[in-house]
């Protein structure tokens, strides 16, 4: 009927093996074919019909059917998919944790809160280029790390490693006492062990119980098209390992974005002022720059162009993120020789009578200014 193996062949186990028997069998096979540890052809397989027959075995009603049906008991059936076992859980006290909440041994014992680590935040200065076309860049930072020769729980042994027994591992502690009438109940994380629910008998030399050491680490990141100076990148899990284990806190990277040598940004838009002589102003010109985008970015400033005006060349500032292209803005800026020449001036002299405003025209001419500063 089924090919399943014996339970307490799969375990090694003789058939009145004690449940400290099936628990230590269990740990020293779990460890030996987690599929973190061994990538082995099979080892999934076997890993979960280790599990599965434990949680037969370690379960009294279920083991008591079991025994007498073998496995076709009326519970037996169904597909046993196997739990999300972490390795570091098959280890010291993560065990007894593992054991009391996966497969219910312990009751409703509350189990402590698994630690977080903190996180970090890091600054990074990135290239204005990026904010066109995205791309990759990387940061350094010291995060503690889970120490390799304990696995982070900070016991010198696996076995140096041990429940709580202050609070029998739950972290907290509760107290009762009589205040008159009242008996008034208080609850706390347990000074022995800082609310960790374990114990570090014979601490790893390595990294002093800590369960952690400090290392360098270069995390490579993308950055997105379209980036500005505030956004925030969150990676999971890239923070510092707490003491003696837990999850990892995240690692925040803030971007700032670097300046452009001429270029201001308003979203997707790039603002830049452009000097451009009277001569050109009136005559009108193209001038050529280089741009973000490879392709020389060219100007037609139009005949009678004035000073203080813009001009607009759609399409080719950052991406909006929607698929376009913001445009680029172009202020028009009076430029006038730092130092004109004796000949430029005299020449001036002649051409004075025609650009210069008369007196009498004077004026009109600051009314029509006035105006157009209103309009
Ligand atoms: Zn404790
Ligand atoms: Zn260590």
Redesign the pocket.
């Known amino acids: 009927m089924s090919d399943k193996r014996d339970y307490y062949e799969v375990l090694g186990v003789n058939k009145d093996a004690t449940d400290k028997d099936l628990k230590k069998a269990f740990r020293s096979l779990a460890r030996k074919y987690h599929p973190d540890k061994n990538s082995d052809p099979g080892a999934d397989d076997k890993f979960k019909e280790i599990q599965e027959a434990f949680a037969v075995l370690s379960d009294s009603d279920k083991r008591a059917q079991y025994d007498r049906f073998g496995h076709s008991g009326p519970q037996m059936g169904g597909g046993f998919s196997g739990f999300d076992i972490r390795y570091e859980d098959l280890f010291g006290s993560g065990l007894d944790d593992l054991f009391s909440n996966l497969f219910g041994g312990g009751g409703r014992r509350s189990r402590p809160r698994q630690a977080r680590g903190q996180s970090i935040l890091v600054r990074k200065k990135i290239a204005f280029q990026m904010a066109f076309e995205g791309g990759s860049e990387e940061v350094s930072v010291d995060t503690f790390l889970s120490?390799?020769?304990?696995?982070?729980?900070?016991?010198?042994t696996r076995d140096d490693v041990d429940i709580c027994s202050t609070c029998r591992g739950s972290g907290q502690i509760t107290q009762t006492r009589q205040v008159g009438p009242f008996v008034q109940q208080t609850s706390g994380i347990c000074p022995s062990c800082q609310g960790r629910g374990k114990i570090i008998i014979n601490?790893?030399?390595?990294?002093?119980?800590?369960?952690?050491?400090k290392k360098k680490q270069t995390i490579r990141f993308n950055v997105p098209q379209g980036v500005d100076t505030g956004m925030r990148l969150r990676m999971r899990g890239k923070g510092h390992v707490p003491k003696q284990g837990g999850v990892a806190g995240d690692l925040e990277i803030e971007l700032v974005l670097d300046n452009h040598p001429w270029f201001e940004r308003d979203g997707a838009e790039l603002l830049m002022s452009l000097p451009v002589g009277f001569p050109d102003l009136m005559l009108g010109k193209t001038v050529k720059i280089s741009h973000l985008d490879g392709k020389p970015l060219v100007i037609k400033i139009p005949s009678n162009s004035l000073a203080g005006h813009t001009l607009n060349i759609p399409g080719r500032g950052l991406p909006d993120g929607r698929g376009r292209r913001g445009d680029v803005i172009v202020l028009l800026k009076l430029h006038i020789p730092n130092k004109p020449s004796r000949n430029l001036k005299s020449q001036l002299e002649t051409l004075k009578t025609d650009l210069s405003i008369t007196d009498e025209d004077l004026e009109s001419a600051i009314l029509d200014e006035a105006k157009d500063r209103r309009s």
Not at 203 to 213: H, Q
């Open positions: 120490c390799d020769s304990c696995s982070g729980t900070g016991g010198a601490p790893c030399k390595e990294c002093k119980g800590e369960g952690r050491k």
